[in-house]
């Protein structure tokens, strides 16, 4: 499941006050064992790009979370989110070796080239 929030305007929040919320909900969501990273990507354009990553691993079962929360120079705000339940016993997810890792950053530079357009 994943969702797109978008929020215009000069008073909309700044990124970090936005993931603050979002680990902060994490937090209150996840009964077990909850691991989370928040990494700072660099843009050339003046845009504040923050990308937040959670594990919880309860007694009802675990999820993956991923969020890509974008402010534009002009104060737009975009939290590009991803919800992954995972079923309790199922095999390890693991990538193809031939393929690399990718942070997402070519969504995101995708979803700001469509936004500014």
């Known amino acids: 499941q994943g969702t797109l929030t ?9 990124a970090d006050s936005f993931v603050g919320s979002i680990v902060a909900n ?6 077990g064992t909850l691991q989370t990273s ?5 843009t050339t354009d003046g845009s504040v790009v923050r990308a937040v990553y959670a594990s919880c691993n309860g007694p009802d079962g675990a999820w993956l979370y991923d ?3 974008v402010r534009s120079p ?31 950053e070519g ?8 936004a500014s357009i």
């Open 6 to 14: 978008v929020s215009t305007g000069k008073d909309t929040r700044p």
């Open 26 to 31: 994490i937090t209150m969501l996840c009964k």
């Open 38 to 42: 928040k990494h700072d990507i660099p």
């Open 67 to 69: 969020s890509y929360v």
């Open 74 to 104: 002009d104060g737009q705000l975009m939290d590009l989110s991803h919800f992954i339940p995972v079923a309790i016993g199922a095999p390890r997810l693991t990538s193809p070796p031939e393929k690399k890792f990718d942070s997402g």
């Open 107 to 114: 969504v995101i530079r995708d979803a700001i080239t469509r």
